[in-house]
């Protein structure tokens, strides 16, 4: 066991290999931002064993962690649970340690964001204090010869959402993970199919939907999983060959060709990794697999296997080239591991040791590739493969799948934008029942006003009132995304599920809050301020600590009614301002 130390610092660096030589340097730059700088160098390649730098932090005003694969769990975890584990294509290698008034206390964040690493900051009981540590190589690696890294940690008095995002902009700045570029068309409003349809697809019904959607306001149809089987028990046991099913969609390009017509634009859905039992892919590349399910009648196919890599690249190209797609929607990066006890090993006919590496081969190839037929095509990936090295690979994260959830859909998207900077963030695809009061369906719409909105709904079943509210909000939110999406985003109290969101440029600030709670607007107001009631009461609270201006404020309902408009003058101090449920206010000046 290497043990080195940094003098005069509390960073320490612990080796199992006696194979690498370890260099351990700190840089601090600016007040409260370190940089912790780690190199190992063998003499010959070797495999590394596990490696880990550690250290200590004391426990005061802090109260939750958040990580981008936490969900509705913020807690504080002992230091003898597991770490957060993270890999290019599952989460990012960063914790934030925020205060119960959303201010950071400290943000740490690793820079190598391809391999597998373990996050941690666990209570000790002993001391209250943290243990925090960065854990390397503990999933077999390829072999090495040099390393290096870097860790940042960031113990800034700021609010935690801006901690992340200077973590994301480092990111971005590291060579070879600069994102992609995002078309105009990853951020507007799309229609999926999945909670529409599921697998039981028909063209015509598919049209149908997309002519009801962009008279909405969706621009893009994305069609998911479906139209390559006539097998509807949502199994994968049949994916690999990605032919169409002609008894669903009889000719792919002219049905595109009739979306297109619509002015929309038309995505499909791939499963990338798995090869089913029943395709013809299985019969070459059964051999080829990083590990199969058996159970479920599908592998999942080895990247590190050139002609693996160029089978579904080739895939791709013809689907974009001969169909006119203008994007894809790849799922199951994730399952790009060695399971198990399985080690990196050279087989023969392969080209790369590393699942990791081979990975990015093949995503950077798609996109390469892709950009040469269209170079505005759209790619979206899931949370949680919504990573740094994801950006690169693509333009569009969506929140993982949250049926109905509202809830669930805003705590994933705020997640997936606090960390993917103009990468376009989606909401998972929108559902209710169309039995729901229209105030309650339109929750749906509130909870996810800061990501791009995918609806998945049948139009043509929904009540009258139900298809005003869907007009109103897409119109909402169309009129509004510069902000929606690009203003300064202050998502509040991590720990009780972002309650409060808020985000602002200089003309327009719009707050939604989702609790009975004060929205604190104690700063210079632009001219527009909205509020949007998205709690279950009729009242919305505001703080400010300066008077306000005479405004004229606008009440809408759930459907943009106006229902009342008057003056208001707003002194120092708490004001309770009548909105119905799922509506919203508008003050603005007089002209």
């Not at 009258?464 to 902000?483: A, G, R, T």
């Amino acid at each position: 066991m290497k043990a080195v130390h940094v003098q005069d610092s509390p960073y320490q660096f612990v080796s199992e290999s006696e194979q690498f030589h370890a260099k351990l340097s700190v840089e601090s730059y600016d007040e409260g931002i370190e940089f912790v700088h780690i190199q190992l160098q063998a003499d010959q390649l070797c495999i590394p064993s596990v490696m880990q730098v550690s250290w200590s932090f004391p426990i005061c005003d802090v109260t939750g962690v958040w990580h981008p694969n936490g969900n509705r769990n913020r807690s504080l975890i002992p230091d003898w649970q597991s770490g957060f584990s993270s890999r290019s294509t599952n989460s990012a290698p960063v914790v934030s340690l925020f205060s119960g008034a959303s201010n950071n206390r400290m943000t740490f964040a690793f820079s190598d964001t391809l391999n597998a690493v373990v996050c941690k900051a666990g209570v000790n009981e002993e001391n209250a204090i943290f243990n925090c540590s960065i854990t390397l190589f503990e999933e077999l690696s390829s072999p090495i010869r040099y390393y290096e890294a870097t860790l940042r940690v960031d113990r800034r008095n700021i609010a935690y959402y801006d901690s992340l995002r200077d973590v994301q902009q480092w990111w971005c700045e590291r060579p070879g993970l600069t994102p992609s570029q995002v078309p105009a068309a990853a951020r507007e409003p799309m229609y999926s199919t999945w909670y529409s349809f599921h697998q039981n697809l028909k063209e015509h019904e598919i049209e149908e939907q997309c002519r009801l959607a962009r008279g909405l306001g969706c621009t893009t149809v994305i069609v998911d999983d479906g139209w390559q089987t006539t097998n509807n028990e949502r199994g994968y046991a049949y994916c690999g060959d990605w032919e169409v099913c002609a008894d669903k969609i009889d000719d792919m390009k002219a049905h595109v060709a009739r979306v297109h017509a619509m002015d929309m634009k038309y995505m499909l859905w791939y499963s990338v990794p798995y090869i089913g039992k029943h395709s013809e892919a299985w019969v070459k590349f059964q051999d080829k697999m990083l590990y199969t399910i058996d159970s479920r009648g599908f592998g999942v196919i080895d990247p590190r296997y050139p002609e693996a890599r160029e089978y579904l690249i080739g895939i791709y190209e013809a689907a974009i080239r001969e169909w006119e797609l203008d994007g894809l929607k790849l799922d199951f990066v994730d399952s790009f591991r060695l399971a198990g006890n399985y080690k990196h090993e050279q087989g023969s006919g392969m080209d790369y040791v590393s699942v990791p590496e081979a990975v990015d081969r093949l995503m950077i190839t798609i996109m390469e590739r892709l950009r040469q037929i269209n170079p505005e095509v759209m790619i979206e990936f899931r949370q949680c493969y919504v990573g740094p090295n994801m950006r690169k690979y693509g333009n569009m994260f969506r929140a993982g799948d949250c049926p109905n959830d509202f809830l669930e859909n805003r705590i994933r998207t705020i997640d997936i934008r606090l960390l993917c900077g103009d990468t376009a963030a989606h909401s998972d695809m929108l559902m209710w029942s169309k039995e729901e009061p229209v105030e309650s369906a339109a929750l749906q719409f509130i909870n996810v006003l800061f990501a791009v909105p995918q609806l998945s709904v049948l139009l043509d079943s929904l009540p009258d009132e139900h298809l005003e509210m869907v007009s109103y909000w897409l119109e909402f939110w169309n009129e509004h995304k510069q902000v929606l999406l690009d203003g300064h985003l202050e998502p509040y109290n991590p720990e009780l599920l972002y309650p409060l969101v808020i985000a602002s440029d200089t003309s327009k600030l719009i707050a939604a809050v989702y609790n009975r709670m004060v929205i604190s607007l104690n700063r210079d107001l632009p001219p527009i301020v909205i509020l949007i009631n998205g709690s279950h009461y009729g009242k919305v609270y505001v703080e400010v600590d300066l008077a306000v201006d005479k405004k004229i404020i606008e009440i809408k309902d759930c459907k943009g009614n106006c229902i009342k408009r008057s003056t208001l003058m707003l002194e120092p101090g708490i004001h309770a301002i009548d909105i119905p449920r799922s509506g919203m206010a508008t003050l603005y000046s007089e002209k």
